[in-house]
């Protein structure tokens, strides 16, 4: 394991601390990008950490004098980078961002929105020329995904709430749902552009069928069985148009 600290950030009452956390392994084309997204915004108080997973093709080398701090080794998979680095995160809220997704400026105008510590702050993303994002309620949220990209979690939630490894892709729509219907805990939208995420990236690559067997037991647990039954009607409508839900 190759591990090493750059700088010490520290929380202020003014500008409390953000950290933007990178899972990657052999990002060599892209990483020095989305690091300089993070190094031009103007909110003064960011923490940019690297997870690793073994690099091999110099990611590394690329990065090791660029951000706050990095972590090389071998891991079971991206969430499983995820849950590991919130040990390594000092900031009061973190955002994940992919290792070929980039920052926008008005990232740092949501970060001067971030209050509560009981609230989950998003925003909405760019893909190509589209928008990504939108005020969620649970029935949307049951059937699509927050963009991860645009999504400031307070750190304490991670202390009740851990990526399940089963789900080797839409683990962070499983978390976003049972976080969504915890009664302590807040969801705020904002119509803030916070990040351009690439498309083709892994999850539009690769299904998770262990997620989507499991789905509507998921959501019928976390919302009750009004939005369960809806969820189920809509994909009943889709079959039957023979379109894929």
């Given at each position: 394991?190759?591990?090493?600290?750059?700088?010490?950030?520290?929380?202020?009452?003014?500008?409390?601390?953000?950290?933007?956390?990178?899972?990657?392994?052999?990002?060599?084309?892209?990483?020095?990008?989305?690091?300089?997204?993070?190094?031009?915004?103007?909110?003064?108080?960011?923490?940019?950490?690297?997870?690793?997973?073994?690099?091999?093709?110099?990611?590394?080398?690329?990065?090791?004098?660029?951000?706050?701090?990095?972590?090389?080794?071998?891991?079971?998979?991206?969430?499983?980078?995820?849950?590991?680095?919130?040990?390594?995160?000092?900031?009061?809220?973190?955002?994940?961002?992919?290792?070929?997704?980039?920052?926008?400026?008005?990232?740092?105008?949501?970060?001067?929105?971030?209050?509560?510590?009981?609230?989950?702050?998003y925003g909405d993303s760019k893909i190509n020329n589209n928008v990504f994002g939108g005020e969620f309620t649970a029935y949307r949220l049951a059937k699509f995904n927050i963009c991860h990209q645009s999504i400031?979690?307070?750190?304490?939630?991670?202390?009740?709430?851990?990526?399940?490894?089963?789900?080797?892709?839409?683990?962070?729509?499983?978390?976003?749902?049972?976080?969504?219907?915890?009664?302590?805990?807040?969801?705020?939208?904002?119509?803030?552009?916070?990040?351009?995420?690439?498309?083709?990236?892994?999850?539009?690559?690769?299904?998770?069928?262990?997620?989507?067997?499991?789905?509507?037991?998921?959501?019928?647990?976390?919302?009750?069985?009004?939005?369960?039954?809806?969820?189920?009607?809509?994909?009943?409508?889709?079959?039957?148009?023979?379109?894929?839900?």
């Amino acid at each position: 394991m190759d591990q090493h600290y750059n700088s010490t950030s520290e929380q202020n009452n003014q500008f409390p601390l953000v950290t933007v956390i990178t899972v990657t392994y052999n990002a060599s084309k892209f990483i020095l990008d989305c690091v300089a997204s993070v190094k031009a915004q103007s909110y003064p108080n960011i923490e940019h950490i690297i997870i690793d997973g073994g690099s091999t093709d110099g990611t590394i080398d690329l990065i090791k004098d660029q951000v706050c701090f990095w972590i090389s080794e071998p891991d079971k998979g991206i969430y499983d980078a995820m849950n590991k680095s919130i040990q390594y995160a000092n900031g009061g809220w973190v955002l994940f961002l992919g290792a070929d997704d980039r920052l926008l400026p008005e990232f740092s105008e949501m970060c001067l929105r971030l209050k509560d510590s009981n609230c989950v702050y998003y925003g909405d993303s760019k893909i190509n020329n589209n928008v990504f994002g939108g005020e969620f309620t649970a029935y949307r949220l049951a059937k699509f995904n927050i963009c991860h990209q645009s999504i400031f979690y307070p750190k304490t939630i991670f202390t009740r709430y851990h990526y399940n490894l089963k789900y080797k892709v839409r683990a962070d729509h499983d978390l976003n749902i049972r976080c969504f219907a915890d009664p302590d805990i807040r969801f705020q939208h904002y119509p803030i552009f916070i990040a351009k995420f690439a498309d083709g990236g892994f999850s539009s690559v690769f299904e998770d069928q262990p997620f989507f067997k499991d789905r509507g037991e998921i959501i019928k647990k976390a919302f009750g069985l009004r939005i369960y039954l809806l969820y189920k009607l809509r994909r009943l409508r889709h079959k039957i148009k023979g379109r894929k839900s």
